[in-house]
C-alpha cells in the first residue's frame, strides 16, 4: 500500500517566471483545471499540492497561491502517496523559479515520509537532511 509523506513548501518566486509555471501552479492547487496550461516537464500525477490523509497534523490541504508587488508567492501544505517521488520531481521542477524562502539559507520545503524521525530540508544554497 505505502505510507504518505507531507511537504510544506513556502517560497516567493522570480520575477521573470514564466506564464506556463504560473498556471501549472494554479493547476497543482486546484485553481485552474485546463490542462492545456500545464508544463509539460511536470511529472503525471498532479493531485499531490491537494491531497491529504489523516496521518499527519494536517488533515486537508492548505495552499495559498497569490502575487504580491511584481512576485508570486506560494504556500503550501499537504501529503500523499508519494510511489514516484512526486514530490522530489515538484521541487526539482519549481526549484529554478524561486527567488527565495525562508531564512538566512532559503529554506523552501521540508518533506517527510510518515516513518521518518525528521524531515528532509530544501535550500536554494544546498540540501540537508
Do not use: Q
Amino acid at each position: 500500500m505505502g505510507m504518505y509523506t507531507e511537504l510544506i513548501f513556502g517560497a516567493r518566486l522570480k520575477k521573470n517566471t514564466p506564464e506556463v509555471i504560473i498556471n501549472t501552479i494554479k493547476y497543482l492547487i486546484g485553481e485552474d483545471i485546463s490542462h492545456e496550461i500545464i508544463d509539460p516537464k511536470l511529472p503525471e500525477n498532479v493531485s499531490y499540492l491537494i491531497g491529504c490523509s489523516y496521518y499527519f497534523g494536517v488533515t486537508n490541504a492548505v495552499n495559498k497561491f497569490y502575487k504580491d508587488n511584481d512576485k508570486w508567492v506560494l504556500s503550501s501544505r499537504s501529503n500523499h502517496k508519494n510511489y514516484n517521488n512526486e514530490f522530489e520531481s515538484f521541487l526539482d521542477w519549481i526549484k529554478p523559479h524561486i527567488d527565495y524562502g525562508s531564512g538566512e539559507r532559503d529554506i523552501y520545503a521540508f518533506l517527510i515520509y510518515e516513518a521518518d524521525r525528521e524531515p528532509k530540508i530544501y535550500y536554494l544554497d544546498k540540501e540537508e537532511e
